[in-house]
């Protein structure tokens, strides 16, 4: 058997981290802590790119699966 990568080598002592450690600290702890409010929308969301309002905006979507969904930014002139 020949001599393992780095890669591997790094990986196996995380798994044997991971392997070691389990019964001790138990598996990953998901959530806040507390209970949580469920997610309300803005009344007025902004856009996290322009700051403008969400309504202004334009969504060109394609056909085509490959191409991305775009977000056209209205000129701020047409915010008021």
């Given amino acids: 058997m020949g001599r393992r990568t780095l890669r591997e080598r ?3 002592g995380a798994r044997g981290l991971d392997k070691n450690l389990l019964p ?3 598996p990953a702890q998901v959530g806040a802590g507390h209970p949580e409010e ?14 403008g ?5 334009e969504l060109a979507r394609s056909d ?12 701020r002139s047409t915010w008021a």
């Fill in 10 to 12: 790094l990986f196996g």
């Fill in 24 to 26: 001790f600290m138990g």
């Fill in 38 to 51: 469920p997610y309300r929308l803005p009344d007025d969301p902004r856009c996290p790119v322009c700051h």
């Fill in 53 to 57: 309002p969400m309504a202004l905006h």
């Fill in 64 to 75: 085509d699966p490959s191409r991305p969904t775009r977000m056209i930014c209205p000129p």
